[in-house]
């Protein structure tokens, strides 16, 4: 046990939280708009988007992460280079973050649509209807009656999301994006302190889980007051 | 060009199936002890006693928190390292599905615990009550009252739980077991990194199969068990 190596390994790992939290501000922002046309679209029967959402839903929940990780990262550099021949950007040199940003977004729009939809489904009819009736356009309804009455009742599903997000982040080693996880990967196989650093981020995930926590319980607060 | 060829899938399949029986009886088994290990951890929560509740609830905060590769990498690399310097006990050469069934039980319990105590919940406590009056002992009243109500409950995040546990088992290549998804990476390892996507193709149909067959169980339950309650 070397408290020293602790301390120093502690202050490196630190460098990958904006990395981790980073890919998981973009994939919620990304897949914010597809889950909410999902959501809607599921909500107003229109056809074709239940069955497709059914089964996009059952493939993303049944195939692990790791997979999906792996799978999109052999595809898309070469895909990209395929597409991009013409052009002068060379694919190669390309952050891998940028896939990451796309894998994540892609796993999480099924999920988020699925709380949009149950936290829309939670207001009450009569809601929209009354806010229709008093002459207010489709859209202002949503935005100013129904979305902030559902925010309530999304919050738990949300942080849920979040804390899951975060957690899926740590698999991005595997694509050479260096959050918190690569880093202690890198710094353990460099001094052959495997328990110190994984030990680490241990301790920086549940610190940065925690304090998602402690937001949403804010977040929940407040709304509630509403 | 991407090149893709489809009846590559259909030749893979066989050897990562072999790889399949390691998988599953990782599964059967986290299952097995994850699930007598959450017990106790609903069971301390539900119990009453405060120091008990305590040290489940942070338990399960903390395995909340825990990304399941960084708890793998804990347990493969730290556990041994740990116990060394602690107890002076070399458990290097234990084989790494050990290491394996040891994180995914940590992981499982702590999630499945939720579910068992969401179930518990949820069953009227009139139920108890009435088991109590007409003469049961606690354990009784437990094992043929509260247990087939609660299952019933539970069943769909139990279904749920397992999936995860199913997908999280997919993280133990990282340390080098040969699982379904080792058997994979191995194989595009021989092929010199050529067919990846053919051969992770053929593990996703894999687990898909595996989750389907996960699903239509858990439906053909959930329909016998609401049968016989009618």
Not at chain 1, 6 to 28: C, D, N
Not at chain 1, 52 to 76: K, N, Q
Not at chain 2, 120 to 136: C, N, R, V
Not at chain 2, 139 to 158: C, E, V
């Amino acid at each position: 046990m070397n408290f020293q190596y602790i301390l120093e390994t502690f202050i490196k790992a630190l460098s990958g939280i904006p990395v981790t939290l980073g890919i998981t501000v973009v994939s919620i922002i990304l897949s914010f708009i597809p889950a909410l046309f999902l959501a809607l679209g599921r909500l107003y029967k229109v056809k074709g988007v239940t069955k497709f959402a059914i089964v996009y839903l059952a493939f993303i929940r049944s195939t692990p992460p790791i997979l999906l990780i792996l799978f999109f990262y052999s595809l898309f550099p070469s895909l990209l280079n395929n597409l991009l021949k013409s052009t002068s950007i060379n694919v190669f040199d390309l952050n891998p973050i940028i896939y990451a940003f796309v894998i994540f977004s892609l796993m999480t729009t099924g999920t988020l649509s699925e709380i949009i939809r149950s936290a829309i489904l939670t207001v009450d009819k009569g809601q929209l209807e009354a806010a229709q009736a008093i002459g207010l356009t489709n859209t202002q309804a949503y935005l100013r009656i129904v979305f902030p009455q559902a925010i309530k009742s999304a919050l738990p599903n949300l942080c849920n999301l979040v804390i899951n997000l975060v957690k899926g982040t740590s698999l991005v080693f595997v694509m050479t994006v260096k959050d918190i996880t690569a880093i202690a990967k890198i710094e353990a196989a460099y001094g052959y302190h495997y328990f110190e650093s994984y030990f680490v981020i241990f301790v920086i995930y549940i610190l940065i889980c925690g304090l998602i926590q402690l937001v949403f319980h804010f977040l929940e607060k407040k709304v509630a007051i509403i | 060009m991407v090149s893709y060829n489809p009846s590559y899938v259909l030749s893979f399949l066989p050897g990562l199936l072999s790889a399949l029986p390691l998988t599953l009886f990782i599964v059967v088994f986290t299952i097995t002890v994850g699930s007598l290990f959450g017990g106790a951890l609903s069971w301390a929560q539900l119990s009453g006693d405060k120091v008990l509740n305590a040290i489940a609830k942070a338990y399960i905060f903390i395995v909340r928190c825990t990304p399941p590769i960084v708890m793998l990498f804990m347990v493969f690399y730290g556990l041994p390292e740990f116990l060394k310097w602690w107890l002076g006990i070399d458990i290097n050469s234990w084989s790494r599905t050990v290491f394996v069934i040891i994180a995914m039980i940590l992981l499982f319990a702590a999630s499945i615990s939720e579910v068992f105590k969401s179930a518990f919940e949820a069953i009227p406590k009139g139920q108890l009550e009435a088991g109590l009056s007409i003469g049961l002992t606690g354990f009784q009243t437990f094992l043929r009252i509260l247990l087939p109500q609660g299952f019933r409950i539970a069943l769909p995040n139990i279904t749920n739980a397992i999936l995860n546990l199913l997908k999280d088992t997919a993280l133990a290549y990282t340390i080098g077991l040969a699982d379904v998804m080792g058997a994979g990476n191995l194989l595009i390892g021989r092929n010199l990194g050529n067919y990846s996507l053919e051969t992770y193709t053929a593990v996703a149909i894999i687990y898909w199969v595996l989750a389907l067959l996960l699903s239509l169980l858990d439906h053909t339950l959930e329909k016998s068990l609401d049968y016989n309650r009618n």
